[in-house]
């Protein structure tokens, strides 16, 4: 059991709290299928308490390495990225058609590469074991947490208001907006 506490090996204790964030993605996805909606947002947010545990985790026992930097984007981009999306995309986009169904698709996927880029830049310009004292940008969890408010309140805003705010928050995940890391 030593490869838990080596920094070296790829499923170190922080790792494999890692992949129970993807686990928790992939199972959120699958119940989004399902439209098990609560069942999926509790999944999201267990993703979400194992990515603040894995970085911890990481910083306490030493065991960052650049293995571990790519796994944790990976399991953002599945968890704070593809699922918010393909969430919102069912719960409230699915009964729309024709030229609205259109909009609503091509705002999603400004939305992924707004995420997608926003990872590759974070992953660039990071050093494993490293933590900024902000992130320029609103992180990817917090872009999920603002899409699930935004899922909230859809029944108040309808699927237009959704949509503005999809794509405002997309904009924001790579604005010079300044955010403390906590």
């Not at 894995?54 to 910083?59: F, Y």
């Not at 050093?127 to 990817?140: E, I, L, S």
């Not at 999920?144 to 899922?151: F, H």
Request: glycine share 8%.
């Amino acid at each position: 059991m030593n490869f838990l506490w080596r920094s070296t090996s790829h499923f170190n204790l922080a790792n494999l709290v890692t992949m129970a964030n993807v686990t928790c993605g992939l199972l959120a996805a699958y119940f989004i299928t399902q439209e098990q909606f609560i069942l999926a947002s509790a999944l999201a947010w267990a993703g979400g308490a194992f990515d603040i545990m894995d970085g911890k985790i990481a910083r306490k026992f030493a065991l960052s390495n650049e293995f571990g930097v790519q796994l944790d984007s990976f399991a953002d981009f599945l968890s704070f990225v593809l699922v918010p999306v393909f969430f919102i995309f069912q719960a409230v986009y699915t009964d729309l058609s024709g030229l609205p169904l259109i909009i609503t698709a091509i705002a999603s996927i400004y939305y992924v590469i707004s995420g997608l880029r926003r990872l590759i830049q974070f992953n660039i310009q990071t050093d494993a074991g490293k933590v900024a004292k902000h992130f320029t940008g609103v992180p990817t969890p917090l872009g999920a947490i603002l899409l699930w408010l935004v899922w909230l309140g859809s029944g108040f805003i309808g699927w237009i208001g959704v949509l503005a705010l999809m794509v405002i928050i997309g904009a924001l995940l790579n604005s010079k907006v300044k955010i403390p890391h906590l």
